[in-house]
């Protein structure tokens, strides 16, 4: 039986930092710690998209645990048993934006499996920037057309690199911003290139918040405990 797609799906963005106190345990008790945490997220990736990210070195994150469903309620308990099982009891979240995103049925290849497209269209690529969006009050003082043009400028710088994939997130009344931006691309230096130009674009002076920018690297999530542990 085919599977109905959902136009709206949730997403959550959580930002995790590894309290200081669980690098002292003895070792076996952070294999046992990490494997349980592992086994909880593993379990869940098999039902739901769920894809993990190393961050940029920052002080204020180590790991991005990055959440689609099409079930808001199922969204926010798959997000609280992050600190229930293993390592997780020592994390933190210090950010957490939910947000919201349309998708239209059969846009990947006719697929009608929500999962199937979820995995289809996000999260593909290695390197990712997510950044928050909250537009200044002059934004909606503009016509229509004026916000469409400035749109449209912006776009074409997009459409110049097909290697990019970006999307937009709407977040108002979900969390303390607008728009939750995710750039994809495989290569770091294109995202880098492309980020550097659309600071130039015009649409950028109607912005009043564009921070945090998290720089995330997808890697196994096995991987990343290892390395911040």
């Not at 086994?39 to 645990?65: E, G, H, V, W």
């Not at 110049?160 to 977040?171: D, L, V």
């Not at 980020?195 to 918040?209: A, G, M, S, V, W």
Request: aromatic content about 10%.
């Amino acid at each position: 039986m085919e599977k109905n797609v959902k136009s709206e799906i949730f997403s959550n963005f959580m930002f995790l930092k590894l309290e200081p106190n669980f690098r002292k345990m003895i070792s076996n008790e952070k294999i046992a710690a990490k494997q349980e945490f592992e086994n909880m997220i593993a379990s869940l990736q098999d039902k739901f998209f769920i894809r993990t990210y190393m961050t940029c070195p920052r002080t204020d994150s180590d790991i991005l645990i990055w959440r689609m469903m099409d079930n808001f309620e199922k969204l926010t308990e798959n997000c609280a048993r992050t600190f229930s099982y293993g390592i997780g009891k020592y994390l933190e979240s210090t950010y957490s934006y939910t947000c919201v995103i349309k998708i239209r049925e059969g846009m990947e290849g006719g697929e009608s499996d929500t999962d199937v497209i979820l995995k289809n269209k996000f999260g593909k690529y290695k390197y990712m920037l997510v950044h928050p969006i909250s537009k200044s009050r002059i934004w909606y003082d503009l016509s229509e057309e004026e916000r469409q043009t400035l749109i449209n400028e912006r776009s074409k710088v997009i459409s110049q690199y097909p290697e990019i994939t970006e999307n937009f997130f709407a977040s108002s009344g979900l969390c303390d911003t607008e728009v939750i931006v995710a750039r994809e691309s495989s290569s770091i230096e294109t995202l880098i290139k492309v980020t550097k130009e659309l600071k130039k674009q015009k649409i950028k002076n109607f912005t009043l918040n564009d921070k945090p920018n998290f720089l995330c690297i997808g890697k196994d999530l096995s991987i990343i405990l290892d390395m911040i542990s």
